[in-house]
């Protein structure tokens, strides 16, 4: 097992940075992918980016490709959302997954384990 724990979401005015952070605890893993994903009211949830253990591989979602950016620190088994430039759309509960199989990284059914979210609000 392997839990996850988001911190870092606030409220913000448009055009502010925001930094939110995954600690991963339990069983270890030395293949797959670290994932944000995040999920506005009255929508489905969206893969936001993701990160490879090795943090050679990044991958983003169009809409903030540029603005955020992830990253990780394996010896603090943790892993790092900086957001940049957040718009009002940006709005949402966002969360953390770890994916250990095989599978489209940026598919939300592919992870196995998940935290339990923090609310990111950006005021216009």
């Known amino acids: 097992q392997v839990q996850l724990v988001e911190s870092g979401g606030g409220l913000v005015q448009a055009g502010d940075s925001l930094r939110l952070s995954c600690a991963a605890s339990?069983?270890?893993?030395?293949?797959?992918?670290m994932g944000w994903f995040r999920q506005a009211p009255g929508k489905e949830r969206e893969f936001v980016a993701a990160i490879s253990w090795s943090g050679g591989l990044l991958t983003y979602s169009d809409s903030v490709k540029g603005r955020f950016t992830i990253s990780r620190d394996n010896a603090k088994n943790t892993v790092y959302l900086q957001m940049n430039t957040l718009k009002p759309e940006d709005t949402a509960v966002y969360y953390c997954?770890?994916?250990?199989?095989?599978?489209?990284?940026?598919?939300?059914?592919?992870?196995?384990?998940w935290g339990q979210g923090t609310q990111v609000t950006v005021s216009s």
């Open positions: 339990g069983r270890t893993y030395s293949s797959g992918y």
């Open positions: 997954a770890v994916k250990t199989g095989w599978g489209d990284e940026k598919k939300d059914y592919n992870y196995d384990y």
